[in-house]
């Protein structure tokens, strides 16, 4: 799987300005912030969705566009017994995705999730699903 090869990657003051700037631009900031308050493990579109307020389709389209600048990542787990409302594919920051958006103000810091009451059922069993975990 190719990835582009851009300056983000290379670190430095540049690459980190242009990783900033690409990081708060406003409804990929909603999926930063979200993305942040999840940090401890990968995590699904419909839970991004859900804790950011918006659509799965642009949670996806943003979280793609983290992955292709090294900014996060993503994995995708075998479908062997798992259920078909379960995603199969999760997302987690890379230690310089979540440092850079760790530090910006912009992006408010960790965001706070939901009250778990108010979690949607489907929300719910997606979160007790098993996941990825970091290496």
């Known amino acids: 799987m190719g ?3 851009t300056g983000d990657r290379k670190g430095g003051l540049d690459g980190d300005w242009k990783a900033l700037w690409f990081l708060s631009q406003p409804a990929r900031a909603t999926v930063v912030r979200a993305l942040l308050a999840h940090s401890e493990a990968f995590v699904t579109v419909p839970e991004l969705a ?3 307020s918006l659509t799965e389709r642009a949670v ?3 979280l793609e566009k983290l992955v292709e600048r090294g900014l996060a990542e993503k994995r995708t787990v075998a479908r062997s017994g798992r259920p078909h409302d379960i995603p199969r594919t999760f997302y987690a920051f890379t230690g310089r995705g979540r440092d850079l958006a760790e530090r910006d103000d912009r992006l408010g810091g960790r965001a706070s999730l939901d009250d778990p009451d ?3 059922p489907r929300i ?3 979160e007790r699903a098993e996941r990825p975990t970091r290496s």
């Open 124 to 126: 719910r069993k997606i």
């Open 3 to 5: 990835q582009k090869s």
């Open 50 to 52: 859900h804790a950011g």
């Open 118 to 120: 108010e979690t949607p």
């Open 60 to 62: 996806e389209y943003h």
